[in-house]
């Protein structure tokens, strides 16, 4: 069972730690950056900004240098095109940015008419008249010139109106506009000039404080509120993916913790945890490899003790009839009582036979018996073994010399095990027998030769089925089989134990329709 793990990408933990240090740094100060230059136009807005005149004798200077250049304009009345006439004062009027009405001045007709009353003759009357008349005609005509460079949220209509009631040469202001008004004379005739301009607010120390104050605290939260929102990226992008990849290791352990050994970790991606996360899933293989070994060999224990007891009762059985009889007198005669003992002492070498199996089976198994290799004439071996049942079975051998490291003494005892079933489970008197032994040939000329012995027999018929369940403890394969008397289920257990602690193999396939054929393979060593 593996638990689906969520898709991780290919960016390593490395490269995120990289991305989320530089996304730490660098959003923060990029905040600030933008928050100092957006202070920084406020400032210049606020405190800097406007009209270059500073204060009402600036004012005044520029307004001076208007007049001139206002007289030397309407002077030049022998220009024909009156643009070009204004075009010097329309400059100064756009560098200074501020607005200039030019009128014919009202104050000419009250002089005039002041010099007539003085007079005593009707031709000064007429003229006083006719001056008066001209005056008031001018008056009523519109501006001369005009220029007004401000928006109109700096022009101030009120302060104009207020500025036309005044005399002829006084000066306004309302907050930073202001308005200047002149005469002058050019031309031969007198002209009002209206200056409407702004004045740049002063600056104050407390209010440069009061500004940085604000300057600063907007940058402190500014570099706050970036830092938290780049720690919540890092959070997610980083912190996040850590956690999911140790709640995955986490919850594994809590399987293996609940004894669910089949749970795995799916590893998706290639980051720092996928390691980990294999090397997790070994962990869980190799324990539940490790608990399923331990869970059979505790079956075979307990089964081997459950076989034992049933093995040893028929012998132990046996024994105490036979043993009664002597004692109630039911073998009368000495011959009986000695064929009763004779029993009984086969049935004690049985029972001895049994355990000795049994004990250098647990030793095998328990990897207490101490191999002992040795350079080997396997062919001897198996030839020798052979002479000892010559008596007993129909062998033939076919033996090329072959030399191994192995157990001789182990080696003769799984030999004699094989021999001992052919001869208990043979149909034929005696049981026919053959034995090769030679070399296995190999396509690989570099991989060390191996050496098999195979022993074939003729007894009762073993299915495939049945043939690879022999070296089971305990396993006997039909009725005769089975029976005690005939074998104990322990020799081909032992035997398999034997020939793979020496490095081997032993396998066993049916022989046909009759027999066994037993294949035992060892890897060759070169005798020098």
Not at 75 to 98: H, I, K, P, Q, V
Not at 121 to 142: F, I, L, N, P, Y
Not at 269 to 282: I, K, L
């Amino acid at each position: 069972m593996k638990h689906p793990g969520r898709q991780s990408g290919q960016i390593s933990f490395k490269r995120r730690i990289a991305i989320s240090n530089a996304v730490m740094i660098i959003v923060p100060a990029l905040a600030a950056l933008l928050c100092a230059a957006i202070c920084a136009l406020i400032g210049w807005n606020v405190l800097l900004s406007g009209s270059i005149v500073e204060d009402s004798s600036d004012f005044q200077q520029a307004g001076i240098s208007v007049d001139a250049t206002a007289t030397a304009a309407l002077s030049s009345s022998g220009t024909s095109d009156s643009a070009e006439r204004f075009n010097r004062l329309d400059s100064l009027l756009d560098r200074l940015d501020m607005g200039l009405i030019i009128e014919p001045a009202n104050s000419s007709a009250d002089s005039t008419e002041s010099d007539a009353s003085e007079s005593d003759s009707s031709q000064s009357d007429t003229a006083a008249s006719s001056s008066s008349d001209t005056a008031a005609s001018s008056s009523s005509e519109s501006p001369v010139y005009e220029h007004d460079a401000r928006t109109s949220a700096d022009s101030d209509p009120s302060l104009l109106a207020q500025a036309h009631q005044l005399g002829d040469s006084s000066f306004i202001q309302s907050g930073q506009n202001a308005v200047r008004v002149s005469t002058i004379e050019a031309g031969g005739s007198q002209w009002r000039l209206y200056l409407q301009g702004s004045v740049r607010p002063q600056i104050s120390g407390s209010g440069i404080v009061t500004f940085a104050i604000i300057a600063i605290a907007a940058l402190f939260l500014v570099v706050v509120i970036s830092a938290i929102l780049a720690n919540r990226f890092v959070s997610r992008f980083l912190i996040r993916k850590v956690q999911e990849r140790l709640g995955l290791i986490q919850s594994g352990l809590e399987q293996l913790d609940k004894g669910n050994l089949h749970y795995r970790i799916d590893t998706i991606g290639s980051d720092e945890f996928a390691p980990a996360c294999r090397e997790f899933n070994r962990m869980a293989d190799a324990l539940e490899s490790s608990i399923t070994a331990v869970k059979q060999q505790d079956s075979r224990r307990a089964r081997l003790v459950a076989d034992v007891s049933h093995d040893l009762r028929t012998p132990l059985s046996s024994i105490r009839g036979y043993a009664e009889g002597l004692r109630d007198g039911v073998a009368a005669t000495p011959s009986a009582r000695a064929r009763y003992l004779d029993t009984i002492i086969r049935k004690s070498n049985e029972m001895s036979a049994l355990l000795e199996r049994m004990l250098d089976y647990s030793k095998l198994e328990l990897q207490q018996s101490e191999y002992k290799p040795e350079l080997t004439r396997i062919d001897k071996l198996v030839s020798e073994c052979a002479d000892d049942y010559r008596d007993r079975l129909a062998i033939t051998l076919e033996a090329a010399p072959a030399t191994v490291y192995v157990d001789a003494q182990l080696m003769r005892r799984v030999i004699n095990n094989i021999l001992d079933n052919a001869v208990k489970y043979g149909t034929q008197t005696p049981a026919p027998v053959q034995i090769h032994v030679g070399q296995e040939q190999s396509n690989n000329q570099t991989a060390n030769k191996k050496c098999t012995i195979e022993i074939a027999d003729h007894g009762t018929h073993v299915s495939e089925k049945e043939a690879s369940s022999l070296f089971d403890l305990f396993y006997r394969a039909d009725t005769a089989r089975a029976s005690t008397t005939k074998g104990s289920g322990i020799g081909l257990a032992f035997a398999k134990r034997a020939i793979e602690g020496m490095g081997g193999t032993i396998v066993a396939r049916p022989n046909g329709q009759a027999g066994l054929i037993v294949t035992i393979t060892l890897p060759e060593k070169d005798s020098k």
